[in-house]
C-alpha cells in the first residue's frame, strides 16, 4: 500500500510535467487533488497500531551495500506521513484555477511524493535519496513561479531579468540545503560503517556521526544561525511554494533530528547545543518578526522560531520531547500553511503581501479573510484551544522536567529564552493583526472576500487546526497516555 | 632471446593494435575517405577485444578496468562518427591514433611490472598527444597539444627517474618483486620515499591530478571534443589502474610514503578542480575542470586501498564517472556539430527545445553530481566516501562531502539552464545526416544505461568486483 502511495502522486507528477502542454490546467489541479487523496488515503488505511510497523514492505536493493527497499510507518512517521498527504492535497486545491501551469501541479505532486517519501523510508540511504530528490523540483517551484518584489537581495546575475530575486533565493535554498545534506551523507557513511547496517532503527550514529547529521539536517530544519536562506526562499516562492516548504519541508528536518537524534547514545553531545540553539532561535526570529512589514517574511521568520520549540522539545531526549516535537511539528505544519495561504489570498487580491500597502481595517473590506488571517495568527502566537499551543506548552514542559540529557542550567536556561520568546511571538503577532486586520477601512479597489476554492482550502486547515487543538488526545494519546490525560 | 607473453594480457591489447593497423591500411588504399572506411574495422576490433577479454578471464581488477577502456574507446569511436565530413578530420589517422592509445590503456593496467608500464604509458600519451593536436589548419589544436606534451614529457621523465631509484634500491622491475625488496628492513628509507613519490608522480599526471592538472582544461578545449571524451575517461580510467595496481601491487611496504601524499593531492584535487568549474561559462570547460574534480574522488579510496573496499570502490566509480562524462561529451559534440557553441547561454532551455540532447545531458550532469533521480551518481559517491572513512580519514571524508556540495553548485547551474525556459525564438533542430544520428544513437543508449543502473544499482555493484 505505501508503494502505491508514493506511485501515484509520483507517476501523475512525472506525467503532468512531460504532458505540460496538452493538459489544462483546471484538469492538471484535479487530478493533482486526487492522486494526493488517494495517497492520504492509503497512508490512513495502512496503521496497524502504535507498535512496530505498519505496511512494511522490505525488498533487496543493493547489495554490496547492505541497502534496502525498506518503507513502513511509525509512530512517529505517520502524523508526519499524514500532514504532508493533506497540505499536498490543499495545494492541488488552491492551483484550481483556469491559469493554473500544470507543470507547477506535477512539481507539487513529485515534491510531495519525495517528503512522503523521507518519511517511510526505513532504511538510511533510501531516505537520503528522498530527500535529495525534492530539492531540484523545489528550485524550479521557487525560480520559475516566484515573485519577488524586494529588490535587496537580487542582482547576483544581472542577464535573468525580473525574476532575479526569486532565482537568487532558489540558489540559496538550495546550496544551503545541499551543504547540508553533503555532511549528512558523509555522517550516514560513518554511521552505516561503524553500526554496520544501514536499518533507520538500528542505526546507532557514534559521536563523529551524530554532528554531521546533526549538521545536515540543522540546515533544513533550519536551526540559528544556519537559518538565513529560510525568509528569501519563503518570501519569494509562489503560494504553494511557501506553503509546502514551511509545512512540509522543514519537517524533514525536524523528523531527521527526532529519529537520529531521539534514540542514540551520544545525544548528550549536541543536546545542549540544540537546545539552548533552539531557544536563541525563538527569541531572534522573535526579534526578527518584530521589523518585517512584508507578511510573508513575518510568517517565515515565525516559522523559525516554532522550530525553534521543536528543537527544543528533540534536545531532552524524554519521552514528553518527543511527543511535543511530533505535535508542534504537524501544529506548525497546519497552522503555517493556513498563515501562507492567507497570505497568498491577499497577494492574489493586492498583488503584494506589504502590510502597509494592503491597508488597514481588513475586517471591514473582507471579513472572513480577515477573520482567518486572525485565527491563523493567534494559532501561531500559542492561544490555548488551538493546535499551536500544545506544541509549545509541551516543549516548555520537556525543558521544565530537564530529563537526563540536559544539565538543569542549560534546561532552565533555554526554558527562560522560550518564555520570552513567547511574550515576544504575542507581541509581533498583535502588531501584525493591528497592521492589517484592525483600525480605519482603507478602501482598495481588490476588496473581496473569500472565493469558493479558498474557503474550501483555509476552512479544512481551520478545522483541522481548531481539532488539534481542542482534542490533541488525538495524537498526544498515541505516544503515552500520560500526556494524552494531561492535555485533556 | 625468448620473451615470454602472457597472452591473457596482451590479448586484447593485440586486437586493438591489429585493429588500428587494418583502419589505417582501409584509409590509404580506400580512394573515398569515408569515416566508416576505418571506423569499422575500429569498432569490429574493439568488439572482438572485448570478447577476448571476457573469454580470458583475467584477474578481477586488471579485467573491471579492462572492461571500462574497452568499452568507453567503443563508445568514442562510435560517437566521433560526428564528425564524418569535417573535412579538416582525417579519419584514418584518427582511428589509428585513438586505438593505439586504447592499446596502451590496456597494456598499462594489465601491466605487472615498471617497465611495460612505461612503454604502455608512452603508448598511451604520444597517440594521445597527436590526437589532440590532429585537426588540420587549427592553431588552438597545436597550442594545446604542445602543452600536453610537455607537460607529459616532464612527468615521464620524472616516473623514469623515480623508477631507475627503485630499481637501484630493489634490483628490480617486477610489482611482486619490489614489494618483497621493499619488505626488507635494510632498505634506505629515505631513498625509498623519494622513489615512491617520483613513480607515482607521472602516474598522477595522466590522471590529472593536482598539481599536474593545468594542462587538463587547455587541451580538452583545444581537442576535438569527442577526443576530449577519450582523454577525460579512458586515459584516466588507465591511469587510476595503474596507480592502484603500482600502489597496492608492488609499494604496499612503503604505504607511509604515499598514504599522506595521495590523501592530500586528492582533497587538492577535487578542491582545486570544482572551484575552477564554478567559474566556466563554456560546458566543455565546466566538464574539463570537473573531470580534475571527479580525479580528487578516484584517488581518495586510495588512501584506503587495504581495506575490503579500498580496490572496489575506485573501479564502481570510474565505471560510471566514465559513462556519464561520455555520455556528456557526446552529448556536446552533437551540440557543436549542430548548434555551433556549447556556451551555456546558447543551451538555454536545451532539455525543453531539444529534450533528446538536452535530457541525457542533464541526466549525465546529475549522475557526475551525485544527485537523485540519477540514484547511481549518489550511491557511488556513497561507494568512494565509505573506505576512505573506513582507514579513519574522516577530515577526507568531510573534504569530499563538501565538495560534492560544491560541484553540486555547478552541476546543478547546467542542468538549471539546460531546463530553463528558452528565451529568444523557438529552436528547431535540424534534421542531421545519418553519421550525426549514429552518435546520437550512443548518447541515448548511454543514458538508458545510467537510467536502468539507476533503477537497479546493483546492476553494476554486484557485478564489478
Not at chain 2, 525543453?352 to 549518489?378: E, N, S
Amino acid at each position: 500500500m505505501i508503494v502505491a502511495a508514493l506511485l501515484v502522486p509520483f507517476v501523475v507528477g512525472f506525467v503532468l510535467i512531460v504532458g505540460r502542454a496538452h493538459v489544462p490546467g483546471r484538469t492538471a489541479a484535479w487530478l493533482g487533488a486526487t492522486a494526493m487523496t488517494a495517497s492520504l488515503v492509503l497512508y490512513a488505511l495502512v496503521w496497524e497500531g502504535a507498535e512496530g510497523v505498519s505496511g512494511e514492505i522490505d525488498e533487496s536493493w543493493i547489495e554490496p551495500l547492505g541497502a534496502r527497499l525498506h518503507l513502513g510507518v511509525t509512530l512517529v512517521s505517520w502524523p508526519f506521513v499524514l500532514m504532508t498527504a493533506f497540505i499536498g492535497l490543499l495545494c492541488c486545491l488552491w492551483l484550481l484555477a483556469d491559469d493554473t501551469p500544470p507543470a507547477l501541479v506535477g512539481l507539487v505532486l513529485v515534491v510531495s511524493a519525495s517528503s512522503l517519501g523521507v518519511f517511510s523510508s526505513l532504511d538510511v540511504l533510501l531516505l537520503f535519496v528522498f530527500f535529495e530528490l525534492a530539492l531540484i523540483p523545489m528550485w524550479f517551484v521557487i525560480a520559475l513561479w516566484g515573485a519577488s518584489d524586494d529588490s535587496s537581495h537580487g542582482g547576483a546575475d544581472p542577464g535573468l531579468g525580473p525574476r532575479n530575486g526569486a532565482r537568487s533565493a532558489a540558489t540559496k535554498f538550495l546550496l544551503f540545503t545541499v551543504s547540508g545534506s553533503a555532511l549528512l551523507l558523509v555522517g550516514i557513511v560513518v554511521a552505516a560503517l561503524e553500526g554496520g547496517t544501514l536499518e533507520l532503527f538500528e542505526l546507532r550514529p557514534t559521536a563523529t556521526a551524530l554532528v554531521l547529521i546533526v549538521l545536515g539536517f540543522a540546515v533544513k530544519t533550519p536551526i540559528v544561525p544556519l537559518h538565513t536562506w529560510l525568509p528569501d526562499a519563503h518570501s519569494s516562492a509562489p503560494t504553494v511554494g511557501s506553503v509546502l516548504l514551511a509545512a512540509v519541508f522543514l519537517k524533514l528536518g525536524t523528523y531527521g533530528l527526532l529519529v537520529f537524534v531521539g534514540p542514540s547514545d551520544h545525544i548528550d553531545v549536541v543536546g545542549p547545543y540544540l537546545a539552548i540553539a533552539g531557544a536563541f532561535g525563538i527569541v531572534w526570529s522573535a526579534l526578527a518578526c518584530y521589523a518585517q512589514d512584508d507578511l510573508k517574511r513575518l510568517v517565515a521568520y515565525s516559522s523559525i522560531g516554532h522550530m525553534g520549540f521543536v528543537v527544543l522539545a528533540i534536545s531532552t531526549g524524554t519521552n514528553a520531547g518527543v511527543a511535543a516535537a511530533v505535535f508542534g511539528s504537524v501544529a506548525h505544519g497546519l497552522v503555517t500553511g493556513l498563515l501562507f495561504f492567507t497570505a497568498g489570498s491577499m497577494k492574489d487580491r493586492f498583488g503584494t503581501t506589504s502590510m502597509s500597502a494592503i491597508g488597514r481595517g481588513l475586517y471591514g473590506r473582507a471579513p472572513w479573510l480577515a477573520a482567518t488571517f486572525v485565527l491563523a495568527a493567534v494559532a501561531s502566537l500559542g492561544l490555548p484551544g488551538l493546535a499551536g499551543f500544545w506544541g509549545e506548552l509541551l516543549s516548555l514542559r520537556a525543558a521544565y522536567e530537564v530529563g537526563d540529557v540536559l544539565t538543569k542550567p542549560v534546561a532552565w536556561t533555554a526554558l527562560g529564552l522560550a518564555l520570552l520568546g513567547v511574550a515576544l511571538t504575542t507581541a509581533y503577532f498583535v502588531r501584525a493583526i493591528r497592521l492589517v486586520a484592525q483600525g480605519e477601512p482603507v478602501a482598495h479597489d481588490a476588496d473581496r472576500d473569500l472565493g469558493r476554492r479558498e474557503v474550501v482550502v483555509l476552512g479544512a486547515l481551520v478545522a483541522a487546526v481548531v481539532v488539534l487543538g481542542l482534542a490533541p488526545q488525538l495524537l498526544l494519546d498515541l505516544f503515552d497516555t500520560t500526556y494524552g490525560s494531561y492535555a485533556r | 632471446m625468448n620473451i615470454p607473453v602472457d597472452w591473457t594480457v596482451a590479448g586484447p591489447a593485440t586486437i586493438v593494435m591489429a585493429g588500428a593497423l587494418v583502419g589505417l591500411l582501409v584509409d590509404a588504399f580506400f580512394t573515398r575517405r569515408t569515416w566508416l572506411g576505418s571506423g569499422l574495422p575500429a569498432t569490429i576490433a574493439l568488439v572482438a577485444a572485448g570478447a577476448e577479454l571476457v573469454r580470458a578471464d583475467s584477474a578481477p581488477y586488471p579485467f573491471a578496468f579492462s572492461l571500462v577502456i574497452v568499452l568507453g574507446s567503443l563508445f568514442v569511436v562510435v560517437a566521433s562518427n560526428v564528425m564524418n565530413f569535417e573535412n579538416a578530420m582525417p579519419p584514418g589517422e584518427y582511428h589509428f591514433l585513438l586505438l593505439g592509445a586504447s592499446a596502451g590503456a590496456l597494456l598499462m593496467v594489465a601491466a605487472t611490472d615498471l617497465v611495460t608500464l612505461v612503454v604502455a604509458l608512452e603508448l598511451l600519451s604520444l597517440p594521445s598527444i597527436a590526437l589532440v593536436g590532429l585537426r588540420q589548419g587549427d592553431e588552438r589544436a597545436i597550442r594545446s597539444a604542445w602543452t600536453f606534451f610537455l607537460a607529459s614529457v616532464v612527468s615521464t621523465a620524472i616516473t623514469l627517474m623515480g623508477i631507475s631509484l627503485l630499481y637501484g634500491v630493489t634490483g628490480s622491475l617486477d610489482y611482486v618483486v619490489v614489494r618483497d625488496a621493499l619488505a626488507d628492513p635494510d632498505v634506505p628509507d629515505s631513498v625509498v620515499a623519494v622513489a615512491v613519490v617520483l613513480t607515482v608522480v607521472g602516474l598522477l599526471f595522466k590522471l590529472g591530478a593536482v598539481p599536474f592538472h593545468v594542462w587538463i582544461p587547455d587541451t580538452y578545449g583545444g581537442a576535438s571534443v569527442m577526443v576530449a571524451g577519450f582523454l577525460s575517461a579512458v586515459s584516466k580510467a588507465a591511469a587510476l589502474g595503474a596507480l592502484l595496481a603500482v600502489l597496492a601491487v608492488a609499494l604496499p611496504e612503503a604505504r607511509e610514503s604515499w598514504q599522506p601524499v595521495v590523501a592530500v593531492v586528492a582533497a587538492a584535487t577535487m578542491t582545486i578542480g570544482n572551484v575552477g568549474a564554478l567559474r566556466q561559462g563554456d560546458a566543455i570547460g565546466l566538464f574539463a575542470w570537473s573531470s580534475i574534480a571527479q580525479a580528487g574522488f578516484l584517488l581518495a579510496p586510495a588512501v584506503a586501498i587495504f581495506t575490503v573496499d579500498g580496490l572496489t570502490a575506485p573501479v564502481q566509480y570510474i565505471a560510471v564517472y566514465a559513462l556519464a562524462n561520455l555520455v556528456a561529451f557526446a552529448a556536446l559534440a552533437v551540440v557543436l556539430r549542430l548548434r555551433g557553441s556549447t556556451r551555456l547561454e546558447d543551451l538555454r532551455g536545451m532539455a525543453r527545445d531539444d529534450p533528446w540532447m538536452g535530457v541525457p545531458l542533464v541526466f549525465a550532469a546529475l549522475t557526475l553530481a551525485g544527485f537523485p533521480p540519477a540514484v547511481i551518481g549518489l550511491v557511488t559517491k556513497y561507494v568512494v566516501i565509505r573506505p576512505v572513512v573506513d582507514a579513519d580519514h574522516i577530515w577526507l571524508a568531510v573534504v569530499m562531502g563538501v565538495n560534492v556540495m560544491i560541484g553540486l553548485a555547478y552541476y546543478l547551474r547546467l542542468v538549471v539552464t539546460l531546463c530553463d525556459r528558452p528565451d529568444g525564438e523557438q529552436y528547431h533542430s535540424p534534421s542531421p545526416p545519418v553519421s550525426v544520428r549514429i552518435a546520437k544513437s550512443t548518447v541515448l543508449l548511454g543514458t538508458a544505461a545510467l537510467l536502468a543502473l539507476s533503477a537497479w544499482p546493483d546492476l553494476l555493484l554486484s557485478h564489478l568486483p
